[in-house]
Every structure is written in C-alpha cells, then in structure tokens.
Nanobody, 124 residues
Framework: QVQLQQSGPGLVKPSQTLSLTCTVS??????????WIWIRQPPGKGLECIGY???????SYSPFFKSRTSISRDTSRNQFTLQLSSVTPEDTAEYYC????????????????WGQGTQVTVSS
C-alpha cells in the first residue's frame, strides 16, 4: 500500500527556511493523475493548503504562500519537498504531506493518504 513518511526539523529559527521532505513508498510520485500536497494546521486553527506538485512536475501554490513557498520533487528518491522561506512564529504549525487526485478539487476532505505530520515550531 502507498505510505507517506515525513522528515525534517521540528524547530526553525525566525527568518530561516523551513524544509520538510515526504518520502512515498508503495507507489510512484510520477503515477498518472496524482498530486502531492503540503498542508498545515496552526494551533487552534483549521487546515491550510500550502500547495502541491503533480505527476507531471507542475506546481501550484495558495496565494497566501506563493511568494515564499517552493515545492519540488526528486523522482529518483520518490520524494517531494516543501521549502517555506522567511518564517516567523506565525508559521508554527503541524505540517502534513498528502496525496490527492488531479481530477478532484484540491481540498483536504478528499485527500486519501496522509503523512504522519510534523510539528514545526518557529522560535529563536
């Protein structure tokens, strides 16, 4: 079965870049019609979609994150990566990777496989 395993630091200093990696097992990130998504949930708030990369290497970002977000992939390692630059304490959140379908609206309610989550704290 397809599984998503997250990795990366849980503590980032203000102004630095947050970097998280999601490793996919049991399936290929180049499989047709799939998108690979980053989401976060700040304390006490709902889920926020950050952006995604799809099977053809196309990316899309939420307008709230576009200016400082980059999502990329490494097909040889079957991984995709989130980079969020210039972080502040307001970026403290639980970060998730997930899988979605390119033919379905990009909303967490329809993501079918999720990583375990990474608690990231932005603090000096």
């Amino acid at each position: 079965q397809v599984q998503l395993q997250q990795s990366g630091p849980g503590l980032v200093k203000p102004s630095q870049t947050l970097s998280l990696t999601c490793t996919v097992s049991g399936g290929s990130i180049t499989a047709n019609y799939l998108r690979w998504i980053w989401i976060r949930q700040p304390p006490g708030k709902g889920l926020e979609c950050i952006g995604y990369i799809d099977y053809s290497d196309s990316t899309s970002y939420s307008p709230f994150f576009k200016s400082r977000t980059s999502i990329s992939r490494d097909t040889s390692r079957n991984q995709f990566t989130l980079q969020l630059s210039s972080v502040t304490p307001e970026d403290t959140a639980e970060y998730y990777c997930a899988r979605g379908n390119i033919m379905v609206i990009n909303t967490p309610a329809v993501f079918d496989i999720w990583g375990q989550g990474t608690q990231v704290t932005v603090s000096s």
